[in-house]
């Protein structure tokens, strides 16, 4: 009979506790609560899928299907204005419902999806284009946080020619890093976007030996490409994780120790991949310690919400959006923290 440890009992209650919470706000037919003040549901079914909840997660997907996704797999128009952080990353976000949906077997709906995210990619440089709509932005800005997703979402439903390119992107936005100690999240052509417009600055340059910084970018390019070494049999793709992941491991601690940030988030999801993608790299001494810094993290009542020195109010809608991501997050931790190559304290 299988015994978990202590550390991996806390934290399924976690899990259980947000998995509560997030089930009484979803109504019978699938339609999250507050589902029209933000479009942060996009990975719910993902999250529902991961923790055991099959039934509400499909419930979820084809909500969604039926009133949130075109014909074309994208977005309906109109449910994006006024959230910026959102729309911006529409990519990004409309790569998290193809896992969900794919997680909860509508993989004719995944796929509608995916072929919009597939027609979006840079046909040169393989980037996920970002959807600026204000400021002096010029064309083409692709970003790390959408391209790497939209890549995990093209291996999980069999698009390799999607994933190939997504690689060749991340290859060429780690190159293109300025040694100046910060990590540029866009690549304009094949250079990193380097003048942004000062209101969006704190998402595209990130100095990682600062507190209270976008640290999540490096992590999701991790992930992507873990999975991408398995799937695709290149073990390069390690190394180039290695490399992305360097700037949170020499960082400030401040990224693990500040309890009113959870922008480390992804970086926690990648330790708990690259453990099992990279067991010689060492990643097992980070599995408790960020099990432990989700843990920490969660309100008592379940949910997670977004980085209280940014927002220490946030809105039910907020607190739905980081919650379907830190209970996805957790999970893979949590099967980390047990896999055979993973030695306490090591």
Aim: with cysteine; charged share 20%.
């Amino acid at each position: 009979m299988f015994n978990p440890n202590e550390l991996t009992r806390t934290a399924l209650v976690a899990r259980d506790r947000s998995v509560d919470w997030l089930l009484k706000h979803i109504e019978s037919d699938g339609r999250p609560a507050d589902c029209d003040t933000r479009t942060g549901w996009s990975r719910l079914g993902w999250s529902l899928a991961v923790a055991g909840e099959p039934a509400a997660a499909s419930a979820v997907v084809s909500w969604a299907a039926k009133h949130r996704i075109g014909e074309n797999g994208d977005y309906l128009p109109g449910f994006m204005e006024g959230q910026s952080y959102i729309s911006q990353y529409a990519n990004y976000w409309l790569g998290t419902f193809v896992v969900s949906a794919w997680m909860a077997g509508s993989f004719d709906i995944a796929l509608r999806s995916m072929d919009y995210l597939a027609s979006q990619q840079d046909p040169v440089y393989g980037g996920l284009p970002t959807r600026l709509d204000s400021g002096n932005h010029p064309a083409g800005i692709c970003d790390v946080l959408s391209t790497a997703q939209v890549g995990l979402s093209a291996l999980i439903t069999g698009q390799l020619d999607v994933a190939d390119k997504v690689y060749r992107w991340l290859e060429g936005l780690l190159a293109a890093q300025p040694s100046d100690g910060n990590f540029y999240m866009f690549r304009q052509g094949e250079d990193v976007w380097r003048t942004p417009d000062p209101a969006f600055a704190w998402a595209a340059i990130v100095p990682f030996n600062q507190p209270r910084q976008a640290f999540y970018g490096p992590g999701m390019a991790a992930v992507f490409l873990a999975r991408y070494a398995h799937i695709r049999h290149r073990l390069e793709a390690i190394e180039l994780a290695r490399g992305f992941l360097a700037y949170n491991v020499n960082g400030t601690q401040e990224q693990f120790t500040d309890i009113e940030s959870v922008q480390a988030c992804k970086f926690g999801w990648a330790v708990g991949v690259m453990h099992q993608a990279d067991p010689e790299g060492g990643w097992g001494k980070w599995l408790a310690p960020m099990m432990q810094w989700f843990i920490d993290r969660q309100a008592p009542e379940g949910w997670w919400g977004p980085s209280r020195f940014a927002d220490p109010n946030p809105t039910f809608a907020d607190r739905l959006v980081k919650t379907s991501e830190h209970l996805m997050e957790i999970t893979a931790l949590i099967s980390a923290l047990n896999a055979s190559s993973f030695v306490q304290g090591s």
